[in-house]
């Protein structure tokens, strides 16, 4: 793995460190001091250098961009995140790519009593599971603490812009970050692309397009989505639009087959 640059100092204390796998087979960074919460999901460490704190996407503020309108609950996600980890130690661990294209780091925060910042922030509801194909570490576990967050109505659940959506109706929220529940009326595979349509018609009815690299990561976990016609699934991902509404399923992770 490539981590973030260091100082020389950290690089050579980093270095001499066993590769020992820590949190779920993360691997562990070193310590440094939250100095600033700069939203629900992005704090500033004692180096100057931002975190994104990988698996979250906490509500959004504004942060100088113009005309971007915040998000509901933004100011309470990042209160959450200021009372849990603002002006204390928490270690990096990294599970997939460890920097974005922004320059911050992508990691997973701990605290030196253990507590895991994502975790913390799913299961009391001031954030949602974003995952991407190159960062998909310990997903089950952040799931489930959203599933408990969900079931209990907390924090962003009782608002109905995050809202578990059904397939009907997404033209209004294209463009946004959706979970999407319903039962998969139709898979095709056309041209070398997995379709799972929810509708009977695929030019105006939600549809999840898997292709490319996406199909060997489903494979290689053991799910055919051309077996899924019938189930309920729970989807997230950006909504397009595409003949209808639209999300392109890039890793397993973001798929949940509803019991």
């Given amino acids: 793995m490539t981590y973030p640059k260091l100082s020389f100092l950290l690089i050579v204390w980093f270095s001499f460190i066993p590769q020992v796998q820590a949190f779920e087979n993360l691997e562990k960074g070193p310590f440094f001091k939250v100095i600033e919460v700069v939203d629900g999901d992005t704090v500033r460490l004692e180096d100057g250098r931002q975190v994104r704190l990988v698996g979250l996407q906490a509500p959004k503020l504004p942060l100088g961009r113009k005309g971007f309108k915040k998000w509901p609950l933004a100011d ?18 990294f599970g997939g790519t460890a920097m974005d294209r922004h320059s911050r780091i992508l990691a997973h925060l701990i605290t030196e009593d253990g507590t895991w910042i994502q975790g913390e922030m799913l299961r009391q509801g001031m954030a949602r599971v974003y995952t991407f194909p ?44 959706q979970v999407v529940e319903g039962v998969v009326r139709a898979t095709a595979f056309v041209k070398g692309t997995i379709y799972l349509n929810y509708g009977a018609d695929w030019r105006k009815d939600f549809t999840v397009k898997i292709k490319g690299k996406a199909k060997r990561l489903f494979k290689n976990v053991g799910l055919d989505p051309l077996s899924l016609k019938g189930k309920r699934l729970r989807v997230r991902g ?15 992770e973001q798929i949940e087959v509803i019991e």
């Fill in 134 to 177: 190159d960062n998909r570490s310990v997903i089950d576990k952040m799931l489930k603490a959203e599933k408990e967050a969900r079931h209990n109505n907390r924090g962003i659940w009782q608002h109905p812009f995050y809202r578990v959506r059904s397939p009907e109706n997404l033209y209004k929220v294209i463009g946004t970050f």
């Fill in 76 to 93: 309470e996600s990042k209160k959450m995140l200021e009372n849990l980890c603002l002006n204390r130690q928490v270690q990096l661990h």
């Fill in 238 to 252: 950006w909504l397009k639009k595409r003949n209808g509404p639209l999300i392109e399923a890039t890793h397993p």
